[in-house]
């Protein structure tokens, strides 16, 4: 829908390419971001309109996009958009937030006239920069066909996982597997230093099989480099975690592992690394403070 107007909020480190893919794509896009100067650093780049509020923002738009914070960074923003958009309006949260809230906001903007799809993204600002996305998606399937179009822009892979609220649920799994990834990882880069076997040494014999993986293959040689100043930081990540705990407590699931690489994440945070790279993980086995 080429057509259609676009309005993309929140131009932090993920949102920032996914907007101008669509601008590159061409499609109107308005942005809008709560630091303006990061907007307007984007309107720059890409051709576009800057909106000075979020209201402003979406009064007109079709597909309303958004990529914040946190759940109540969510709220904040969605009670301002259901509050201005326009009836038939497409509202898309990219963000990582819980399934209680993705589920609150698909009623709301029913309510409101309006359609609500929860898709949380998966591939880190590298993804998201060479518009190579994995996007999980909840909320109603006629919808998810409409918005295909627009979302496949940025992804590699779109996938409607069921009712709304699920693709929130779909990331949490997404995020429990990875951290166990590189939990496995992260011991065997260190039995491998002890023994003098290099880092390339190891992804280039074991990548290809049952042991490879995308953390293998693209974060091996920075662990071993102690190289952490990119990617997902571990803020982020036990944010993403609480979320999981959370669900999980409310189903009635036990998730041992992913609570035990929590509990280091926390004392990686503690010991400075807070806005480091998940992969610093591998930090866990030395005591050295940053």
């Not at 949102?15 to 893919?21: K, L, N």
């Not at 971001?33 to 402003?56: C, I």
């Not at 799809?117 to 518009?131: H, I, K, R, T, Y």
């Not at 036990?254 to 690394?273: F, N, S, V």
Request: glycine share 10%.
């Amino acid at each position: 829908m080429p057509q259609a107007k676009i309005t993309f909020i929140g131009l932090g480190a993920m949102g920032y390419p996914m907007a101008g893919h669509l601008a590159n794509a061409g499609y109107p896009v308005t942005v809008y971001n709560r630091t303006a100067s990061k907007a307007e650093q984007w309107l720059s780049e890409y051709s576009g309109t800057l909106a000075t509020s979020p209201e402003e923002a979406v009064k007109n738009a079709d597909i309303i996009l958004t990529c914040v914070g946190n759940d109540n960074d969510v709220r904040e923003i969605y009670a301002k958009i259901l509050a201005s958009a326009k009836t038939g309006a497409t509202l898309i949260d990219h963000t990582t937030t819980s399934a209680i809230v993705a589920r609150e906001l698909y009623q709301k903007a029913k309510d409101k006239g309006m359609h609500f799809l929860d898709a949380p993204v998966s591939g880190g600002q590298a993804g998201a920069e060479n518009g190579v996305l994995t996007i999980m998606v909840g909320g109603d399937q006629a919808i998810f066909d409409a918005v295909l179009p627009v979302l496949n822009v940025y992804a590699k892979a779109c996938t409607r996982i069921g009712e709304a609220g699920q693709g929130q649920v779909l990331k949490m799994i997404n995020q429990i597997c990875f951290i166990g990834a590189l939990q496995g990882l992260s011991e065997a880069l260190t039995l491998a230093k002890a023994e003098g076997i290099d880092g390339k040494t190891v992804v280039d014999v074991l990548q290809h099989g049952a042991a490879g993986s995308w953390q293998m293959i693209n974060r091996s040689e920075t662990m071993m480099n102690n190289d952490f100043d990119f990617g997902f930081a571990v803020d982020w990540v036990r944010k993403d975690l609480a979320i999981c705990f959370e669900e999980a407590e409310k189903l009635g699931v036990e998730l041992p592992l992913a609570k035990q690489i929590d509990a280091r994440y926390k004392d990686l945070q503690e010991r400075g690394y807070a806005r480091a790279d998940t992969s610093v993980l591998i930090k866990q086995f030395d005591n050295e403070s940053r």
